[in-house]
């Protein structure tokens, strides 16, 4: 559904995108993540031809977008992290509006209208006017707007910015519903949690490059992840755990440590035997499989450089 090969993007005195290739198949649902500046927005807009690389490939659909860009926008949704919506028009108005936009007649706007705010579970809201829907509420309209025209692939930059819980919580299960219905999504998201309730597969960028690119199902990987609660904390455990080549230590919070280590219970048992011998107050020993969030900050571990 998605191919690029060997992008390369150039803002004046910043190479923003470096030789980027990806992949990603009808339905799935692409997380792209990484540091605020690592190309990620740059690349979205790229893929939806809204921006012009200075070379490489990029093909949606079917569709060269460098050489057709407007066939693009018929197969491509989009919405800005920053999106605007007519506050003074209904719902149904600003629906209708967008899908003039995009060359649906006068007769099929109604039909057009009502898929679209059915499939965002906005229909109750139609004549609302917009300017008076909730955050979450005017994220739906944004998302009906982008995908009035029924587009095979829908892009979104940092969609649940500023959603409480249970408005990111609706937004994911809808992001599922629209797969199943064979969209192809590709979701820029700095909240790893949130992700991992409906991608596919992750995407990591970093300084405009692709770093990793692994579909979740291949998480498991031959490590795990362990968390260790301490007693109390004065950093000596870190020190310890950092020392040894076969563990990568992911995060410390407060009292509790978590680090990258073997699956094989003999070795997590020795693991503990020998904590334990060192007379570190250990509270808890747990395994956990390994998150988004995990494999994205020992990405990074991998990443530092030596000192």
């Known amino acids: 559904m998605i191919e690029v090969k060997n992008l390369f993007f150039e803002y004046p005195g910043k190479l923003a995108l470096r030789d980027v290739s990806l992949k990603a198949r ?7 993540t990484g540091p605020n500046g690592a190309g990620k927005t740059t690349l ?14 990029i093909r949606v659909a079917g569709i060269d977008i460098i050489a057709q860009p407007r066939l693009c926008h018929e197969k ?33 706007g109604p039909d057009a209208v009502k898929r679209a705010a059915a499939r965002l579970h906005i229909e109750d809201r139609l004549k609302q006017r917009a300017g008076t829907l909730s955050r979450g509420l005017s994220q739906r309209l944004a998302i ?11 892009m979104l930059d940092e969609p649940a910015s500023g959603l409480d819980p249970e408005a990111r919580s609706q937004l994911s299960a809808m992001f599922r519903e629209l797969s199943a219905q064979g969209i192809t999504l590709i979701v820029s998201s700095h909240i790893l949690a949130e992700l991992e309730e409906y991608c596919t597969s992750m995407v990591i960028m970093n300084n405009g490059e692709i770093t990793e690119h692994r579909h979740i199902d291949t998480m498991p990987d031959q490590q795990c992840i362990i968390d260790i609660s301490l007693s109390h ?33 003999a070795q997590q048992a020795r693991l503990l ?30 990443q530092e450089p030596a000192t």
Do not use: W
């Open 76 to 108: 491509v949704g989009y919405l800005a992290d920053f999106f605007g919506l007519y506050g003074d028009l209904t719902v149904e108005q600003c629906l209708l509006y967008m899908a003039h936009s995009h060359g649906i007649t006068e007769d099929a």
């Open 44 to 57: 979205l807009r790229s893929l939806a031809a809204l921006e012009q690389p200075i070379s490489g490939s």
């Open 26 to 32: 009808k339905s799935e649902i692409t997380a792209l």
């Open 144 to 154: 009906a707007q982008a995908i009035i025209h029924e587009p095979a692939v829908l």
């Open 233 to 265: 904390n004065d950093g000596s455990l870190a020190v310890f755990l950092e020392a040894r080549p076969d563990i990568s230590l992911l995060k410390t919070e407060g009292a509790t440590l978590s680090f990258a280590f073997s699956p094989e219970r």
């Open 273 to 302: 035997e020998t904590i334990v011998s060192h007379q570190f107050p250990v509270c808890r020993f747990a395994e956990r499989k390994a998150s988004l969030q995990d494999a994205y900050l020992s990405r990074f571990k991998t």
